[in-house]
């Protein structure tokens, strides 16, 4: 069998940490999570649901800050190592948007990706109810706002990171206005980064019996990474317990030219709430990714996640064992 091709930029240098002795998990968490903390900044009541991607010589960030009035925002960060990050106190002032959508109600659970040189942030932006806003940057210091993407009701807006068939490719789950207990994952594209169309369903949640983790609902993670495979999509799936709602993820292998066709679907979750910072916390039992590092010589990944909706955690594991372990456990 060839050898797995893994696209994307050369990492040697990314966090890592190897297996632990006596673990057999596709992946593994870091031994001094939570590797952001709650109170980075001085009046950070939370931070979680953050995007990082490699930036110069070394990373830069969108982060969800939960404030003190517990009002929702978004800050700039860089870091050298992925590991000790320096966060603006001051929170991202979007430019150049229509004022009709540009005047700021809330935003959360940011991605970014790299697309031909630009970085592109997506993430929930609050208009008459949530859907996905979009920002282009080349610095993560001045972020030009683009249209939104789709009408209300929208979350978990995620790019892939190459356009498809010449187009832009975004992954979504349409919901409501509330605390939503349906979700799907769908698929659209757009020649130019303001009119979506071609809406493609990819998945649904999975019945209880086949695979309760994900049986409510279900939405994109980091943005996927290009193997010779599929494309390796991380996401969240939620779990209506007795005691409430369990987030956990797992993963996903999509078509490469037809990315709204799913070859393989985990029926195991890669992870779910088990440590204390990921079961206490502002909203307990979550684990939650958002944003992925990965080298492709090595086929190591670093999946950021955030936990209990109050911290940041990171992961890590390798991409060939994630695919094998996504076919193993297939239910489609």
């Given at each position: 069998m060839d050898k797995m091709k893994i696209q994307g930029r050369p990492l040697p240098g990314m966090p890592w940490e190897d297996r632990p002795a006596g673990c057999n998990d596709p992946i593994w968490r870091y031994s001094k999570n939570p590797v952001i903390p709650r109170d980075l900044l001085p009046d950070s009541n939370s931070i979680f649901n953050s995007a990082i991607v490699p930036f110069r010589d070394g990373y830069a960030g969108v982060f969800r800050c939960d404030d003190k009035n517990r009002r929702m925002t978004l800050h700039a960060g860089f870091s050298k190592d992925g590991l000790k990050w320096d966060i603006n106190p001051e929170t991202i002032r979007f430019e150049g948007a229509d004022p009709e959508i540009g005047e700021w109600v809330y935003g959360y659970d940011p991605r970014?990706?790299?697309?031909?040189?630009?970085?592109?942030?997506?993430?929930?932006?609050?208009?008459?109810?949530?859907?996905?806003?979009?920002?282009?940057?080349?610095?993560?210091?001045?972020?030009?706002?683009?249209?939104?993407?789709?009408?209300?009701?929208?979350?978990?807006?995620?790019?892939?990171?190459?356009?498809?068939?010449?187009?832009?490719?975004?992954?979504?789950?349409?919901?409501?206005?509330?605390?939503t207990a349906f979700g799907d994952i769908f698929y659209s594209e757009s020649p130019d980064l303001e009119y979506w169309g071609h809406h493609r369903h990819v998945m649904a949640p999975a019945p209880f019996e086949v695979s309760a983790w994900q049986c409510m609902k279900i939405g994109a993670g980091p943005v996927p990474v290009e193997t010779s495979e599929g494309w390796l999509l991380i996401y969240h799936g939620v779990l209506h317990s007795c005691n409430g709602y369990v987030y956990a993820f797992g993963s996903a292998l999509l078509d490469l030219e037809k990315p709204w066709k799913a070859i393989a679907r985990s029926g195991q979750y890669l992870m779910s709430p088990?440590?204390?910072?990921?079961?206490?916390?502002?909203?307990?039992?979550?684990?939650?990714?958002?944003?992925?590092?990965?080298?492709?010589?090595?086929?190591?990944?670093?999946?950021?996640?955030?936990?209990?909706?109050?911290?940041?955690?990171?992961?890590?594991?390798?991409?060939?064992?994630?695919?094998?372990?996504?076919k193993r456990t297939n239910i489609l």
């Amino acid at each position: 069998m060839d050898k797995m091709k893994i696209q994307g930029r050369p990492l040697p240098g990314m966090p890592w940490e190897d297996r632990p002795a006596g673990c057999n998990d596709p992946i593994w968490r870091y031994s001094k999570n939570p590797v952001i903390p709650r109170d980075l900044l001085p009046d950070s009541n939370s931070i979680f649901n953050s995007a990082i991607v490699p930036f110069r010589d070394g990373y830069a960030g969108v982060f969800r800050c939960d404030d003190k009035n517990r009002r929702m925002t978004l800050h700039a960060g860089f870091s050298k190592d992925g590991l000790k990050w320096d966060i603006n106190p001051e929170t991202i002032r979007f430019e150049g948007a229509d004022p009709e959508i540009g005047e700021w109600v809330y935003g959360y659970d940011p991605r970014v990706a790299e697309i031909e040189g630009s970085y592109y942030v997506t993430w929930c932006n609050g208009y008459h109810g949530p859907t996905i806003g979009i920002a282009r940057t080349e610095d993560f210091v001045t972020f030009h706002q683009l249209e939104n993407a789709f009408l209300p009701y929208n979350r978990n807006g995620v790019l892939f990171p190459r356009k498809i068939n010449g187009k832009f490719a975004m992954l979504s789950r349409p919901s409501d206005t509330g605390h939503t207990a349906f979700g799907d994952i769908f698929y659209s594209e757009s020649p130019d980064l303001e009119y979506w169309g071609h809406h493609r369903h990819v998945m649904a949640p999975a019945p209880f019996e086949v695979s309760a983790w994900q049986c409510m609902k279900i939405g994109a993670g980091p943005v996927p990474v290009e193997t010779s495979e599929g494309w390796l999509l991380i996401y969240h799936g939620v779990l209506h317990s007795c005691n409430g709602y369990v987030y956990a993820f797992g993963s996903a292998l999509l078509d490469l030219e037809k990315p709204w066709k799913a070859i393989a679907r985990s029926g195991q979750y890669l992870m779910s709430p088990r440590e204390i910072y990921e079961l206490t916390g502002d909203v307990p039992n979550v684990t939650f990714p958002c944003t992925s590092l990965h080298d492709p010589d090595t086929g190591r990944i670093a999946i950021y996640y955030g936990c209990a909706d109050t911290v940041t955690g990171l992961a890590f594991g390798y991409i060939p064992d994630i695919i094998e372990f996504t076919k193993r456990t297939n239910i489609l």
